[in-house]
């Protein structure tokens, strides 16, 4: 998929995500924010058949943890939000988002992606257009060392 793009944005990234793998990992970060007070992750490997997510963090998670995190994102899933976008000047979105992970050189308008009003952040990745197209949502496996906590999780495919 071939992403459209405003005159002056950031380039689409190179490598093509699952557009259903990569709004479910939008989902993840905001939960992992709102429930752990973590920032979101730093890196990620979003495949189609299974994706992860490392974030910087000071422990194992407990089963507890890691059921209600896929219990949340399933819950947004769920509440079929809308996806969208819009676009922010450089100078605006740096006063509302981190711009940490976008490449130094983008100028120009930002791309901010929304999940309803759960999630919205910088992005250039190919999203669904709802939640509803998802799917469920279930994590795989979790793992920590070196102070880096990796979420591995897949999707089923939706109703």
Same mark, same amino acid.
Request: some cysteine; charged content about 30%.
């Given at each position: 998929?071939?992403?459209?793009?405003?005159?002056?944005t950031?380039?689409?990234m190179?490598?093509q995500?699952d557009?259903?793998?990569?709004s479910?990992?939008?989902i993840?970060n905001?939960t992992m924010v709102?429930?752990?007070h973590?920032?979101?992750?730093?890196?990620?490997?979003?495949?189609? #058949?299974?994706s !992860?997510?490392? =974030?910087?963090?000071?422990?194992?998670?407990? +089963?507890e943890?890691?059921?209600?995190i896929?219990?949340?994102?399933n819950e947004v899933?769920?509440?079929?939000?809308?996806?969208?976008?819009?676009?922010?000047s450089k #100078?605006?979105? !740096?006063?509302? =988002?981190?711009l940490k992970r976008?490449p130094? +050189?983008?100028d120009?308008?930002?791309?901010?992606?929304?999940?309803?009003n759960?999630d919205a952040?910088?992005?250039?990745g190919p999203h669904v257009k709802s939640?509803?197209?998802?799917?469920?949502f279930?994590?795989?496996?979790?793992s920590?060392?070196?102070?880096?906590l990796r979420i591995?999780y897949?999707l089923s495919q939706?109703e």
């Amino acid at each position: 998929m071939i992403l459209k793009r405003k005159a002056g944005t950031i380039a689409p990234m190179q490598k093509q995500y699952d557009p259903r793998m990569h709004s479910a990992e939008h989902i993840l970060n905001q939960t992992m924010v709102r429930l752990l007070h973590t920032d979101r992750s730093f890196s990620a490997h979003i495949e189609k #058949k299974k994706s !992860k997510c490392d =974030y910087r963090f000071d422990r194992k998670l407990m +089963d507890e943890e890691l059921r209600e995190i896929e219990q949340k994102v399933n819950e947004v899933i769920g509440a079929d939000m809308p996806i969208t976008e819009e676009y922010l000047s450089k #100078k605006d979105a !740096k006063k509302l =988002y981190s711009l940490k992970r976008l490449p130094e +050189d983008a100028d120009g308008d930002i791309r901010i992606v929304s999940v309803g009003n759960y999630d919205a952040c910088p992005c250039i990745g190919p999203h669904v257009k709802s939640t509803k197209e998802i799917g469920t949502f279930c994590i795989v496996s979790a793992s920590f060392g070196n102070g880096i906590l990796r979420i591995r999780y897949k999707l089923s495919q939706p109703e």
